[in-house]
């Protein structure tokens, strides 16, 4: 499997961006999609994921209300839809696979860049 994640781009606070992260190959072995962030001199952290068939998603304290996840099977593709975006929102976005009987994020796309101007 591989994944490529698209759509950053440089915003000014307020606005919004739509990532985009496609799969491709065996993308069926995954059950769970996720995007993360790593900002400048930090740690990468979790922003949210989404189960594959369900459809279930889970979001980050930091941007509940303001960003969206969704997938589309049809497209093997994870969107990452992100409003009212804020300069601490700046950083490298990745998404991730999760493989079924696994219990990590192991599958790894390039990131995106996403910086908010202030």
């Known amino acids: 499997v591989q994944l490529q994640a698209s759509g950053g781009g440089l915003v000014q606070a307020g606005d919004s961006l739509r990532l985009s992260c496609e799969a491709s190959g065996r993308a069926f072995s995954l059950i769970r999609m996720g995007w993360f962030r790593q900002a400048p001199g930090m740690e990468r952290e979790l922003v949210a994921h989404?189960?594959?068939?369900?459809?279930?998603?889970y979001y980050s304290d930091f941007v509940k209300g303001r960003f969206t996840i969704s997938r589309d099977n049809a497209k093997d593709t994870v969107y990452l839809q992100m409003n009212n975006l804020k300069p601490d929102d700046t950083g490298v976005y990745y998404c991730a696979g999760q493989y079924g009987g696994r219990s990590n994020f192991e599958k790894w796309g390039q990131g995106t860049l996403v910086t908010v101007s202030s």
């Open positions: 989404i189960g594959r068939l369900s459809g279930l998603a």
